[in-house]
């Protein structure tokens, strides 16, 4: 039977939550998450991040193809309907005079010219607004990538800080891997804060606090800045923007790293 150990050294609760374990291995996993309530635990908080993970990443298909569709066949609609006077306006003037008719044909011709030329601005902008949600959606995409490596590296550890008096129901889970340099924590469980102020995050080297980066608002799982030698991940409360040095007397949770 696996141990807790091996389980962790080996990401296999990763592999597990991926489906890429065979049945013996998935049935061994199960035994040992129903014997461990500490493996558990651990097994639900990297859980509901891939939820978290997958929910973020779902993306919307883009306004403007359906809006494009419908004033394709409105135009199309109304091209019918302007041929259609169109010709009746040519055999009036037919009637009237030639003059009227190189008249009414040269203003057709111009009204023509400055429709197509507005079409082709309007295609234009829409060609840009389309290429910059792409450019969007694919830093999105990046970024989700990056976080999930992290999440399912078998080097990450996962480091829980939780709050002090300040902060006394506030929880935040950290994934730490020292390998590829990179900070991944979910802030779910964090307290909401007002307009004025912010979380921001401090890595202690050496009993020098180094910024890792404020913690956004929007965001309930995030990367931060890595930082070399840390001994201790640190959050404070901060004005709106994040500061140059932490509030010592504003720190709401730490975990010291192994």
């Not at 597990?16 to 558990?40: H, P, R, T, V």
């Not at 919307?60 to 199309?76: G, N, V």
């Not at 959050?235 to 010291?256: C, M, R």
Request: hydrophobic share 40%; glycine share 4%; charged share 25%.
């Amino acid at each position: 039977m696996m141990d807790k150990k091996m389980i962790l050294d080996n990401g296999l609760l990763e592999q597990y939550l991926l489906g890429e374990l065979n049945a013996q291995e998935c049935e061994q996993i199960e035994q040992a998450l129903a014997s461990d309530a500490e493996l558990k635990a651990q097994f639900d908080v990297l859980e509901k991040d891939f939820e978290i993970l997958g929910l973020e990443n779902a993306i919307d298909p883009p306004r403007a193809i359906k809006h494009k569709l419908i004033q394709d066949i409105k135009e199309a609609k109304d091209t019918k309907t302007n041929n259609n006077n169109s010709s009746l306006k040519f055999y009036l003037s037919i009637a009237a005079s030639l003059a009227a008719l190189l008249m009414l044909g040269s203003f057709w011709m111009y009204n023509e010219l400055s429709n197509v030329k507005q079409q082709l601005q309007t295609v234009e902008t829409e060609k840009t607004e389309l290429n910059d949600k792409l450019n969007d959606l694919n830093q999105q995409l990046e970024n989700k990538t990056a976080l999930f490596a992290t999440l399912t590296h078998p080097d990450t550890e996962q480091y829980v800080l939780k709050g002090n008096t300040l902060m006394p129901d506030g929880k935040v889970v950290s994934y730490v891997n020292h390998s590829t340099k990179s900070v991944v924590i979910n802030t779910e469980r964090l307290p909401k804060l007002d307009d004025a102020h912010d979380y921001q995050m401090w890595a202690d080297v050496e009993g020098e606090m180094i910024n890792m980066g404020v913690i956004a608002k929007d965001q309930n799982l995030m990367a931060m800045r890595y930082i070399d030698h840390a001994e201790s991940l640190n959050i404070t409360i901060e004005p709106a923007g994040g500061n140059d040095h932490p509030t010592v007397s504003q720190l709401v949770t730490n975990v010291y790293l192994n």
